[in-house]
């Protein structure tokens, strides 16, 4: 799964990182960035195509956790923050989203968690991120639904998962969809099910190390989040 991200660069740098985007109402984030322990419910910028006539990409700002537009007042339960590649087109809850309204969800990086015991209790907790520290784009869709109090429209969206690679393997059963740059468009375009990129990133591309157990509260929002700590028994803690 992923159910946590990190954004080191500012808005404008991730606009101009992903500069095929128009900015759109990005500056609707104002400050918020760096993340540096982003967790679901919060608003991220991410890059959608809303009318498929036309090639214009654009960045938008969106909650992470997807309600479905016919959802009232936002649901009422947590909102999924992944979808399983396995039933994106099937699933009740994505099809529709995922035949229309899919997205790009930038990052510099995110975390996992290893079990280190049956009771899933002990866990180790790991940084991802690209070998080269550039930006990349996790597969998303996105939905609107509509505000019960003031009307307003309310984009929310969330994470396509995969089997892991070879490195994600070693300590988890799923990854997030990562899509090759020049991939970007054609998930953003209008076919309906553009499955075959829903599959494993290259492990050669990525790299990983662990982290310390402060960022199992996202309340820790600080840089040193992701700093590499040494393994042993110390590192080990209860969730």
Known sequence: MCGRVFVKSTIPDM?????FAHPGDIERLGNGFPIWNGAPSLTYPIISREELSTSMAGFVSAKWGLVPGWARDGGGRPPPVNARYETIASNGMFRKAYAARRCLVPVDGYFEWQKLDPS????QAYAIAMKDDDPFAMAGIWEEYADKATGELIRTFAVATCEPNTLMATIHDRMPV??????????LGPETDPRDLMKPYPSDLMK????????????????????????GPTDLFDV
Do not use: C, H, Q
Not at 120 to 123: D, E, L, N, Q
Not at 208 to 231: A, F, Q, R, Y
């Open 15 to 19: 606009v101009r990182r992903f500069e």
């Open 120 to 123: 899933g209790k002990k866990k």
């Open 178 to 187: 990562i899509l090759a740059p020049a991939d970007y468009m054609r998930w």
């Open 208 to 231: 990983m190390w662990p982290i310390d157990s402060k960022v199992g509260k996202p309340s820790n929002n600080t840089p040193d989040i992701i700093d590499e700590i040494g393994l």
